[in-house]
């Protein structure tokens, strides 16, 4: 956090009906951080997460994300972050150079800036003979790598990944958080939401959103010391079973 | 009634889906499948549960021929394939009735055996199957695989995508239910699961890289593991990566894991480059290998 | 057989819980009908013409009146020449003109023969061929009137003479076809869907490993969609009996027997269909394409297989609607038997069981 803070939110509040989805949340990530967004499914972190990238309104308090305001600035947020899925990222029936012009486009780049770009990612990651397969016909690690630096294309300051690296071998999901290591490194920040646990250890600040709150936020080692528990999955066993 | 696979191999297309699989499991066993997406697992469960013919080899459930014997092994199998298959429109209580229905059976008549699991979502009794939680949807797949008392049990992935809390239920409850004589064949791709398991198979690309129980896997890891963190993590990768002494480093959650190419490779060793590189709050301690570690050692 | 009732009551849950295939099931006929029956007709009415009248004697006179007591017409205009017809059609006022001969009367009697020019625009063909039909038979019924007050009976030369159903009513000639189209959707879309619902969510995977036989599974599928088929056939032909007044001529037993007959037709298609597409958006699609676009164009609901060019007429042999069209307006209109409709049903049983046994053989016990 010595870079300042990049996220800031206070008292968000998101309801549904009758229903509070976000309950009342503050919370700041530091640039260059890796941020971990945890909740089990229905806790309220997608939302929450739909809130940040500027496609939900917050019922109440405020947010800010790279400078903008998600309320009152929702698409210079969608223009300084990029956002990556693990159900939806690219398509198969396109080729991974057509994945990245297409996406390149979206975000409006030039036209030239997309040639050198899209090269640039095909020779960093190694793809040259695969660059006109289509992307349905990769291993699915591959893809995740494609979908990543496609997401960073139109330069974010900060990237949300959802559940980037579920079902994926161990030595692919290794390479991956390399990957966002070195984005961290770059000054980039990463927002990775997930219920997989696993996946928190590898963040430098996780939060446990449980029931619309946010019940812990801290270094996932200060975690593990605070509940006396060996793995991030047995903090989150303990936070889940304390609510209950 | 347990499970006996011989050399079989399955092609979809030109991807080799399966390559040479053999191996047994023991009646009353709750045995692993263990693997990333894409490793052949379900294919394999298909292939077992009557759905697919193999290409090559042969297999027997509970005694039954996959291919000859399809009708009997319908009958005693239950199935929970990877994604949610019950129907989403209709409530808990009635997915139930359907499927007591079509085996010829009642709720009633074999409550016993999933009165543990039924309790939990019988307050949703009358709620739709597409309205319920994750752990709630796979407590329900189970209890409908149940109902008529299968001698085997096959969950293909049960766990995915499910939060850790109902993950951990049930895999208590398959622990109950082996109990009862079910032999089990699970798979997941959660290397942490492993050790839940009697025995398991590590399978990657259609192939098993090892078979043990899963102490067993972890014992015969031939290195000496050592859990590094610095100050810097992603210079820490970098400067691991060309130390001339690495064997293998990978990331592993807020450490990283690294095994040395010498035997007698000691922590102060990979202090001291780690100082020359200027690393602050450097720590190397030895720890146990895991599953996790087996498998990339495996499959490198 | 209780295995086979529970199906089925699942089956129920599926349709009564789909906000959507309740409305094509049961919305569809209704709509479809009255579309039909109120909307897309042949029939005119109150159509604007212009008279030009060189002669305006009593006969013109006459008919005059004739033709603008009807309904079909109203008079709009009266012209004094030649020239004024085509700056009438112009304007697009009228859709048509009505020329009488000089001495129109004096021909008539003198030399037992005079003529009337209908003059029509034909930029909309079918209205245009409508109103020269109606006009004619105004004309005609007019001549036998005339006949009957000469005490010498002597004939008139007016050759125009037509035959349709005697009030005019294209109604008549829709709600056959009408019902056919929706058996077809309702039966066979439905079902191929239902079907393949199961593959994609996959469900199949659990019924296939199951002691269920597969013909369990296909019948207990199609038992509901029989019987939501046949609801809808008696809503069709009540809504033409009392909304459209239409006469149902033959035996009500035959009727029903040949459309079941049809339904199960429908069905079999139905699970061909889903034996072959992966997903519910492939059985529409083949749905659509394969059934709903040839019962349309190639069946003889709209267009007469008669004018259609040569290989399509063959073709036209091949689909199961143009038979079930030809037996429902047998029956329905002409109220003939089974000693007329022989062929047509020896055809549609043939058929269904082709479909049927090509199903069966096309079913899978296994996923590939």
């Known amino acids: 956090m010595k870079n300042g803070n990049i996220i800031h939110v206070k008292n968000l509040t998101k309801t549904f009906g009758d229903f509070t989805a976000v309950d009342n949340i503050s919370f700041q990530v530091g640039k260059g951080e890796v941020f971990g967004f945890l909740g089990a499914n229905g806790a309220g972190k997608t939302t929450a997460m739909k809130m940040l990238i500027g496609i939900s309104k917050p019922s109440s308090g405020e947010a800010q994300v790279a400078g903008f305001d998600v309320k009152s600035q929702a698409e210079k947020v969608k223009r300084s972050i990029g956002y990556m899925s693990q159900r939806f990222s690219l398509y198969n029936d396109l080729t991974i150079r057509e994945n990245i012009t297409f996406f390149g486009g979206i975000y409006g780049l030039k036209k030239s800036d997309i040639k050198t770009k899209s090269q640039n990612l095909i020779d960093e990651l190694d793809l040259h003979d695969e660059a006109d397969k289509l992307v349905g016909s990769l291993p699915l690690g591959w893809k995740q790598k494609v979908a990543f630096s496609v997401s960073l294309l139109h330069d974010p300051q900060i990237i949300f990944l959802d559940e980037p690296t579920g079902g994926v071998d161990p030595i692919t999901r290794r390479k991956f958080w390399e990957m966002i290591y070195r984005e961290a490194h770059k000054g980039k920040t990463i927002f990775v939401t997930t219920h997989y646990m696993d996946e928190a250890e590898y963040c430098d600040r996780v939060s446990i959103m449980v029931a619309g709150k946010i019940e812990a936020l801290d270094t996932p080692k200060n975690l593990k010391e605070k509940y006396k528990v060996e793995s991030m999955n047995q903090v989150f066993l303990k936070l889940a079973r304390n609510i209950e | 009634m347990g499970i006996s696979v011989k050399h079989i191999s399955k092609s979809y297309d030109k991807v080799r889906a399966l390559d040479d699989i053999s191996f047994e499991v023991k009646p009353g066993e709750l045995f692993g499948l263990i693997g990333p997406d894409g490793a052949g697992k379900t294919t394999l469960f298909r292939i077992l549960t009557t759905l697919l013919i193999a290409d090559k080899g042969e297999a027997t459930v509970a005694g039954y021929d996959v291919v000859n014997d399809y009708k009997a092994i319908r009958n005693l199998v239950g199935y929970m394939p990877g994604r949610f298959s019950l129907y989403q429109d209709l409530t808990v209580e009635e997915n139930l009735n359907f499927f007591a229905t079509i085996f010829g059976t009642t709720i009633e008549e074999n409550y016993d055996l999933i009165k543990d699991i039924y309790v939990q979502i019988e307050p949703f009794k009358n709620r739709r199957a597409g309205k319920l939680s994750g752990g709630m949807k796979q407590k329900l797949a189970l209890s409908c695989a149940l109902i008529h008392k299968p001698k085997v049990l096959f969950l293909d992935e049960p766990t995915t995508g499910v939060d850790p809390v109902s993950r951990k239920e049930f895999w208590e409850i398959l622990k109950r239910l082996q109990q009862k004589d079910i032999t089990i064949l699970v798979s997941t791709p959660y290397m942490d699961e492993a050790a839940l398991c009697d025995r398991i198979a590590l399978m990657t690309g259609g192939q098993i890289l090892q078979l043990s129980a899963p102490e067993a896997i972890i014992a015969s890891f031939p290195k000496k593991i050592f859990k590094v963190r610095t100050a810097e993590t992603y210079r820490l990768i970098q400067d691991l990566k060309v130390f001339t002494q690495t064997h293998s480093a990978y990331p592993f959650g807020e450490y990283m894991h690294f095994t040395s190419m010498e035997s007698d490779f000691k922590a102060e060793d990979l202090i001291r480059y780690l100082k020359g590189k200027k690393h602050k709050n450097i720590e190397v301690l030895e720890t146990e290998p895991t599953i996790e570690d087996s498998f990339m050692e495996l499959s490198k | ?368």
């Open chain 3, 1 to 368: 057989m209780k295995r086979f009732i529970g199906f089925i009551k699942k089956e129920f849950y599926h349709i009564f819980r789909d906000k959507r295939s309740l409305f094509i099931l049961f919305g569809m006929p209704i709509v479809q009908v009255m579309l039909f029956g109120f909307a897309i007709t042949n029939e005119i009415n109150n159509v604007d013409i212009a008279i030009l009248d060189h002669s305006k004697d009593a006969n013109t006179k006459q008919i005059i009146d004739k033709i603008s007591a009807s309904k079909y017409f109203s008079i709009k205009d009266f012209l004094d020449n030649e020239r004024d017809i085509e700056t009438a059609f112009k304007k697009g006022e009228i859709k048509a003109v009505l020329n009488f001969e000089k001495d129109f009367s004096k021909k008539l009697m003198t030399e037992n023969q005079a003529t009337v020019q209908i003059l029509t625009d034909a930029t909309d063909p079918n209205t245009a061929n409508t109103i020269s039909n109606y006009t004619s038979s105004i004309l005609s019924s007019y001549q036998e009137l005339l006949n009957k007050d000469i005490s010498i009976p002597y004939q008139i030369g007016v050759q125009t003479r037509m035959f349709y159903n005697p009030e005019l009513k294209s109604v008549f000639m829709f709600v056959p076809g009408v019902m056919t189209i929706i058996l077809m959707l309702v039966s066979a879309m439905m079902t191929s869907i239902s079907i393949t619902r199961e593959k994609e969510l996959g469900t199949m995977e659990i019924l296939l490993v199951s002691p269920l036989k597969p013909f369990q599974v296909i019948v207990g599928k199609v038992v509901p969609y029989i019987l939501l088929s046949v609801i809808n056939a008696i809503v069709i032909i009540l809504l033409s009996i009392f909304v459209f007044s239409m006469p149902v001529e033959g035996n009500l037993f035959l009727l029903g027997a040949e459309t079941i007959l049809f339904i199960m037709n429908a069905l079999s298609l139905g699970i061909l269909i889903s034996t072959v597409s992966a997903s519910q958006q492939t059985a529409m699609m083949v749905s659509l394409m394969g059934l709903m676009l040839p019962v349309i164009l190639l069946s003889g609901f709209i267009f007469p297989i008669s004018s259609m060019p040569f290989p399509l007429q063959v073709i036209s042999n091949i689909i199961p609607a143009r038979w079930f069209i030809i037996i429902l307006k047998g029956i329905m209109l002409k109220g003939v038997g089974l000693v007329y409709l022989w062929k047509e049903t020896l055809i549609l049983v043939g058929m269904t069981l082709f479909f049927i046994a090509l199903s069966v053989k096309k079913y899978k016990i296994r996923l590939e």
